[in-house]
C-alpha cells in the first residue's frame, strides 16, 4: 500500500467516525419551566470534520467518481453540521418555540387545538390552520413521551 493511499484510508475512517458521533441522539434539558432539545455542538462539529475528512480523501484522485463523490459527501456532512446546529425546540411556559434551518416557528399554548402523535413526528395543529410538526425518530422513546406529555399539560391548562 502506497502512503497516499494509506492517508486515504486512514481520512475515510476518521470521516466515518466522526459521522457516526454527528449522527447522535438530541439532547433533553429538563426544567421547571419546561424543556429544551437541542444537538450538543460536538455533533455539529463532528459532522464538519467528517465532511473536511471526507473532501481530503477525494483530493488528487485521478477518478472523477471518487472526487465527485467525496464532494457530495462532504457537502451533505456540511448540511448535517448545519442542521445540527439550527435545531431547536422550547417548550416553555409561553409556548413552543421550533427553530430548524427552515426557520423559526412559535405556537402559544392556547392556540393549539390538536396534537397527533405519529410514527416518528408530533404534529401539533393550530386553531388558525397553523402546523408544527416535531420530528421524533431520534428521540429515545422515554424522552419523545415525556415530551408529548409536556406538551398536552401545557394545553390543558392554557385551555382552562
Known amino acids: 500500500m502506497t502512503g497516499r493511499r494509506a492517508v486515504r484510508l486512514l481520512l475515510l ?6 459521522a457516526t458521533l454527528a449522527l447522535g441522539a438530541p439532547r433533553f434539558t429538563w426544567a421547571n419551566e419546561g424543556v429544551r432539545v437541542d ?19 477525494g483530493l488528487r484522485s485521478q477518478r472523477r467518481v471518487l472526487v465527485a463523490g467525496a464532494a457530495l459527501g462532504a457537502i451533505a ?3 448535517l453540521g448545519a442542521q445540527r446546529l439550527a435545531f431547536r425546540i422550547d417548550a416553555v411556559a409561553d409556548g413552543l418555540h421550533e427553530r430548524t ?5 412559535r405556537l402559544a399554548w392556547g392556540e393549539i387545538e390538536a396534537i397527533e402523535p405519529g410514527a416518528g ?16 425518530s431520534d428521540f429515545a422513546p422515554d424522552e419523545r413521551l415525556r415530551l408529548e406529555r409536556t406538551i398536552a399539560r401545557r394545553v390543558r391548562e392554557a385551555t382552562r
Do not use: K, N
Open 13 to 18: 475512517l476518521v470521516a466515518l467516525g466522526l
Open 39 to 57: 444537538h450538543p455542538r460536538a455533533q455539529a462539529l463532528a459532522a464538519f470534520g467528517a465532511g473536511l475528512a471526507l473532501g481530503a480523501a
Open 77 to 79: 456532512l456540511a448540511g
Open 101 to 105: 434551518l427552515g426557520g423559526d416557528q
Open 121 to 136: 413526528a408530533v404534529t401539533l395543529r393550530a386553531r388558525d390552520g397553523r402546523a408544527v410538526v416535531i420530528a421524533t
